[in-house]
């Protein structure tokens, strides 16, 4: 099993400290085998978990460029981008330079966005849940398009048309197919059937054992449904990992056992309120090589 950290706190230093905080953050990422490195994809921090909206907040591909000039193996994403914060056009041009830019190493997660708040504050759009589901299905479609070589539209959709999907370059990594996929969220009705469809990857929740046995049991049937290999998709899951905070490895890496052995691929740890690169370096990468023992059945990499 490998692991992820997902930097979506920026308020332990200073803004005039934040570019050399990621910096120092990306090389003990790097140093401690991580093997990705996300950020969150909001204008304002998360107010409905539990954080002021007025907490520090960074621009999710700007963020990630950054990082890209900064590191040499972690895979790179956001986790997620909410498909109503930018035209999929757009998007899928940004993913594919991250990707050039990063030597092969973005993977677009994307969602159906849920955040009103900020959608209202700087006047994004936000339809109701049916549509922004349609549009994250149309968005799917154009990123798999646009990245396609050849394919240069037009696309005619409900919500979007364009006349040409002309994306150059085309991104490096999977030629052919275009970066990692992963389709964000756990609702077993639509989110886990676009997995199926469209996904390369999916992201779960720490829940418990037993729900997210449940949620890849729906993701396998959707998968059955739509002719696609449950085995091609790969899982991953956000866990708080408390554990490492006071240095207990043997405990992180019992809560961690169950997930392996569900077929979870990777575990993406979220901080606390501390400096970035010192949660990675004193507590995070500790846990790197114990992690590593943890063998989920075979699957994409």
Known sequence: ?????????????????????????????????????????HFFQMEPAGFPAEDPMLEAYTTLGYLAARTETVQLGALVTGVTY?????????????????????????????????????????????????????????????????????????????????????????????????????????????VARYGDACNLFETTPEEV???????????????????????TLLMGGDQLLTGDVDGFVAAARPYADLGVEQVILRPPATPLAAWVRDHVAPAVPRLADLTAPAGPR
Not at 1 to 28: C, I, N, S, Y
Not at 122 to 150: D, H, K, S, T
């Open 86 to 194: 930018r035209h999929p056009g757009l998007l899928a041009k940004i993913v594919a330079s991250l990707d050039v830019l990063s030597g092969g190493r973005a993977t677009l997660g994307i969602g159906a966005a849920w955040y009103e708040r900020e959608h209202r504050a700087l006047g994004v759009p936000y339809p109701a849940l049916a549509e922004r589901f349609e549009r994250l299905e149309e968005a799917l479609r154009i990123c798999r398009q646009m990245w396609r070589p050849g394919d240069d539209g037009p696309f005619e959709g409900t919500h979007y048309q364009l006349a040409e999907t002309l994306c150059s370059p085309l991104p490096l990594s999977r030629p052919g197919r275009g970066p990692e996929i992963l389709v964000g969220g756990s609702g077993e009705r639509k989110t886990l059937r676009l």
């Open 213 to 235: 046995a449940h949620k890849l049991d729906v993701l396998r049937g959707h998968c059955d449904d739509v002719g696609r290999d449950y085995a091609e998709i790969r899982v």
């Open 1 to 41: 099993m490998r692991l992820g950290a997902h930097l979506m706190r920026f308020d332990a230093v200073e803004p005039t400290h934040l570019r050399q905080e990621l910096a120092d953050t990306a090389e003990a990422a790097e140093d401690a085998g991580l093997t990705w490195l996300s950020v969150m994809d």
